[in-house]
């Protein structure tokens, strides 16, 4: 039977639930009963008054209609194949290894964080008792900073990788189907440890080796060629080759690189902080209703970007990471900081929604800094970060404003409930910042009012700071080999090398480097 291709435009109720949808699905493709209908992709459209939901799909003969997933979980026995060696166990650590199982090579992963259950009680820590352990929290540990974020999958890094190959890695691993055909899929930071074990099941019983608190220190570099590498617990492992993905928060490893003459580089970032609204004002803005949201439509989301003159020059100030029906977490990564994240459950439940607004930081920006090198941009976010401690109290507790005080730059005698479990301190938040920041987020915030009415508003806080949006630094690699340039057998890799943004991208990028180790020996 030949297949076709079928648009369809449907209410949210005949889009989500399952019973309308199949009544609309036969009525508007105009199936036989020897047909049956694959889903492509499934996207809310709110441009309009009046919501709809639209969908593209294959009409195909009904046996053949379930989703197809051509990714097979990989079964070979590698515990002998050749050793490699993969610092953190986040996306880029944990696809790298899957790939390198694929074709019998042996990954050993090193993590100095614990394993997702484990470190349910360190980030239980940080929120309850103000307590932050340096090697696990909500950055560091099993699945990295995704694990207890959010689970967003949307990448615009399409060039880099198959996207949908991941999809279906994550998929086979437990992730719910909807995020093969869901135009922005998201998996929820309640479902994802669920999904990160299955990956470490697969990769063990494969014969891979995953070693939980287990810090990298140095990197044994001989004839400069990678050799090996030494850790905390006095551990010294020997490897030609090894894919360097510990995330962008591993301030040591930069440090260590630094330090060792490896070349690093400082690039730009973004930063600023969080806004957190209640999520029934931005479903009225985004889903034009009077009260509730239409009880089949999720939580909406937005995305903001505005172009103001700050500091002498034009950037851009931008949302990051929204999270609809979600809750702003504590990221510090050692004491004396307070950073802020956003997750969302897989429900999108929350009566809240926050997401981070940053400004654009170039490296013209840092030249106070420049005494410190390749780290300068490293070294400003971490003054931000305690800085925003300090006036805040000294502890997780984070400061805050109420967005109209903010701009208007007028103190809050109040502050709103919060999802942010640590607390709240009122706080003049635009002292936290350098002045460029202050003014663009401030001119950011007056362009978001105008393109979203309503959104300006005091019933709505910003609470900082929202910091590490990517790495502030870059460690260079060859464009083919991957590896950095001055050390053999080194491959930088995901976000902390400065090549990722987020769980797809990372993803990506560390099959991209397990592939470059497989040319790399199969070419010696």
Known sequence: MTSKIVELVLTPEEAFDEAAFQVALAEMAHLSPQQGFRMIKRSIDARSRNVVVRIAGEVVAKEEAAMTIDYIKPSRDVSKGKPVIIIGAGPAGLFAALKLLEVGMKPIILERGKDVQSRRRDIAAINKDHVVNPDSNYCFGEGGAGTYSDGKLYTRSTKRGNVRRILEILSVHGAKPEILYDAHPHIGTNKLPMVIRQMRETI??????????????????????????????????????????????????????????????????????????????????????????????????????????????????????????????????????????????????SKFANSGIVVAVGLEDLRDYEIHGPLRGLRFQMEVEQRACQQAGGTQTAPAQRLIDFVDRKASTSLLDCSYQPGLAAVDVGGLFPDFVTKGLREGFRSFGVKMKGYLTNEAQVVGVESRTSSPVRIPRDEKTLEHPQVAGLFPCGEGAGYAGGIVSAAMDGERCAEAIIRKFADG
């Open 204 to 349: 063990l019983n494969c014969g891979g080796e995953i070693r939980f608190e287990t810090r990298v220190t140095d990197l044994e570099v001989r004839n400069n060629s990678l050799v090996g590498v030494h850790t905390a617990t006095g551990e010294h492992l020997m490897g030609e080759a090894c894919v360097l993905a510990t995330g962008h928060s591993a301030r040591d490893i930069f440090e260590l690189l630094h330090r060792k003459g490896i070349a690093i580089e400082a690039k730009p970032f973004a930063l600023g902080v969080r806004v957190e609204h209640a999520q029934n004002l931005i479903d009225k803005i985004q889903y034009h209703c009077e009260g509730e949201r239409n009880p089949y439509l999720p939580a909406s989301a937005y995305s903001l970007v505005a172009q103001v003159k700050s500091g002498g020059r034009e950037r851009g100030v931008f949302s990051f990471c929204m999270c609809p029906g979600g809750f702003i977490v504590p990221a510090a990564t050692a004491p004396g900081e307070v950073v802020v994240n956003g997750m969302s459950p897989s429900r999108r439940d």
